[in-house]
């Protein structure tokens, strides 16, 4: 308990509201006779200590998350608009890579309270996490554009610009769209394969 609130409890009146809650604590304690339960007496000190903690160190992570994002987003940008119309098919995987970020961002602040977040993790840490998480958003989102273009998925999409930015940034937002369409693919051609080469044996 004494390492957490080291770590979250920045201001003066975050410590003082855990010193009081810690000594009503003690007193519950004390006023208790021998045949009272007292693993609960510091049981409100430590909820509000993690409760302020964990507020600290999510902010941390939307912080990162978002510096991430924009720093990806403008280097994308400025490879976009340094690459002229010939390369269009490059142009429609980087705006694919954009929205896949946007996605992403939209994601982790759409799910803020709820992200699950190591309270003890080192800046460097949560910027790492935060970085890659973005760049996977960025990679998804161009998945998405590569695979409609290639009729993989989503081919009925290819000639709408805006309903592939779309997709792109559902890729970007959903971390299973992705990996369950590759897995998909990979099962299905397995099976086509496994097909001709029975087909095959048997015709001999």
């Not at 996977?136 to 273009?149: D, E, R």
């Amino acid at each position: 308990m004494a390492t957490e609130a080291q770590a979250g409890l920045k201001q003066k009146s975050q410590r003082r509201e855990a010193c009081t809650i810690l000594a009503s604590g003690v007193c519950t304690c004390f006023l208790s006779s021998e045949e009272d339960d007292l693993s609960g007496c510091f049981e409100d000190a430590r909820q509000y200590i993690e409760t302020k903690t964990g507020e600290v160190v999510r902010t941390k992570y939307l912080g990162f998350t978002w510096f991430a994002s924009v720093i990806i987003s403008g280097l994308l940008g400025w490879i976009y608009y340094s690459l002229s119309a010939e390369h269009q098919s490059w142009l429609n995987v980087i705006s694919g890579c954009i929205a896949g970020v946007i996605g992403s961002m939209i994601s982790v602040l759409q799910r803020g309270r709820s992200q699950e977040i190591d309270i003890f993790a080192s800046p460097f840490h949560l910027a790492f996490d935060a970085t890659i998480r973005m760049l996977l958003g960025m990679c998804f989102g161009g998945i998405v554009v590569i695979a409609s273009f290639a009729n993989i998925a989503f081919g009925f999409v290819k000639e709408n610009p805006f309903a592939l930015l779309f997709f792109s940034l559902g890729g970007g937002f959903s971390e299973r769209i992705i990996p369950d369409l590759i897995e998909r693919t990979i099962k299905k051609k397995a099976e086509s394969n496994k097909t001709i080469m029975t087909g095959a044996e048997s015709d001999k």
